[in-house]
């Protein structure tokens, strides 16, 4: 599983205030302790006003790249924004993302082509979300003709089925379970990618549904999630359930994060 650390988001309280106030040594910590954690990216966002987004994302991104040396993933809803941040990053990363809403692909797939950049691409277009998996997959086949336009490899490609708030869903989890797998179907080559807290906005005791539908969604096909590095319990289930899945041989993944510290009981002092 690829792991996107989202703890550096302007979207949370605690983080919005850091960017407020600029506090260097809390955006510091919170790269740190990711990398530390064993998150494969540290997504970026400032969450700002655009006007002053590129600004803010220079920003964050000098104090990230001066404590770690993960790939950076830079996530703005503006293509605008992102094609700017690009230039204040040491090496390519993640782009977080692009959709096939108006001219989004045509800003930013140009600028990429010929890089070794990768782009999270949404299932979503000018009318929003789709309702179903069939109208889902219809985007991502138009995703994947804009990539080849390009020249884009399908393997720089992660693809978010959208993942939506279980307490709104009229059918749980099925419409993004059955958008994974025909995902997954269509294509072998793209890594399938998904924010997956946004499925328990809103309920009690999130981290149980967090865990179960990234269970689930493993299960079904997706190779990459956004979500908090730091949460054992989260990691744990991510490894046990690839071990169960006969895709990680001889468990031999779970032991060593076992033997790691990174999943199970904390040491007792």
């Known amino acids: 599983m690829i792991i996107v650390g989202e703890k550096l988001n302007g979207s949370i309280p605690s983080v919005a205030k850091a960017i407020a106030e600029r506090n260097e040594k809390r955006i510091r910590s919170l790269a740190r302790k990711q990398e530390e ?82 782009c999270i691409t949404l299932c979503s277009d000018e009318r929003g979300i789709p309702d179903s998996a069939d109208k889902r997959l219809k985007v991502f086949e138009r995703i994947l003709g804009e990539a080849d336009k390009y020249g884009i490899a399908h393997s720089r490609l992660f693809v978010d089925p959208l993942v939506e708030m279980l307490c709104t869903s009229e059918d749980g989890i ?15 080559d793209v890594h399938i990618v998904g924010a997956i807290s946004n499925i328990s906005f809103n309920l009690p005791a999130r ?50 994060a076992f033997r790691e510290g990174r ?6 002092e």
């Not at 964050?60 to 503006?78: G, K, T, W």
């Not at 099925?174 to 072998?188: L, N």
């Not at 096909?221 to 054992?232: C, E, K, V």
């Not at 999943?263 to 007792?268: D, N, Q, V, Y």
């Open 37 to 118: 954690a064993g998150a494969d990216f540290l997504d970026v966002c400032a969450s700002v006003p655009e006007d002053v987004e590129a600004e803010t994302l220079k920003w964050m991104l000098d104090l990230v790249q001066e404590v770690s040396d993960l790939p950076i993933c830079v996530d703005s809803p503006s293509p605008n924004t992102i094609v700017k941040a690009i230039e204040f990053v040491k090496k390519p990363g993640l782009i977080n993302s692009v959709s096939m809403e108006g001219n989004k692909t045509g800003i930013v797939f140009p600028v990429i082509a010929n890089t070794r950049w990768k």
């Open 207 to 256: 981290a149980l549904i967090n865990q179960t539908f990234a269970t689930l969604a493993i299960a079904a096909g997706m190779d990459a999630a956004i979500l908090d590095p730091l949460n054992r319990d989260m990691i744990g289930a991510i490894f046990a359930t690839e071990a169960c899945m006969g895709l990680d041989d001889y468990c031999m993944e779970y032991i060593g």
């Open 263 to 268: 999943i199970g009981p904390l040491p007792k």
């Open 174 to 188: 099925s419409t993004v379970i059955e958008t994974i797998k025909g995902i997954r179907a269509m294509d072998k």
